[in-house]
Nanobody, 119 residues
Framework: QVRLVESGGGLVQPGGSLRLTCTASGSISSINAMGWYRQAPGKERELVASFTSGGSLTYADSVKGRFTISRDNAKNTMYLQMNSLKPEDTAVYYC?????????????WGQGTQVTVSS
């Protein structure tokens, strides 16, 4: 099992910045990918940014150049630095981890943290 806890959401004005944090615990040694997803009201959950254990990074086109995903392995923590925030970035942001056990991929999710961009 993997437990994920997010923090860092809140209300910010357009153009502002926030940093989200996701701390992992449990069977983290077998995690092979982690990322951030978001879900706005009435919309499907979408990938924001992710990286694999091999170091490959992926960003949604809508956040490229504004958001940066990073991690601190010593702290079992992943971050999402969000700059130049726009109202359309408003959503619940979820931390995700993928773990393969006996050839089966399991996904784990955090509880989500609300990000609201509004003046």
């Amino acid at each position: 099992q993997v437990r994920l806890v997010e923090s860092g959401g809140g209300l910010v004005q357009p153009g502002g910045s926030l940093r989200l944090t996701c701390t992992a615990s449990g069977s983290i040694s077998s995690i092979n990918a982690m990322g951030w997803y978001r879900q706005a009201p009435g919309k499907e959950r979408e990938l924001v940014a992710s990286f694999t254990s091999g170091g490959s990074l992926t960003y949604a086109d809508s956040v490229k150049g504004r958001f940066t995903i990073s991690r601190d392995n010593a702290k079992n923590t992943m971050y999402l630095q969000m700059n130049s925030l726009k109202p359309e970035d408003t959503a619940v942001y979820y931390c995700n981890a993928g773990r393969t056990v006996a050839g089966i991929l399991y996904h784990y999710w955090g509880q989500g943290t609300q990000v609201t961009v509004s003046s």
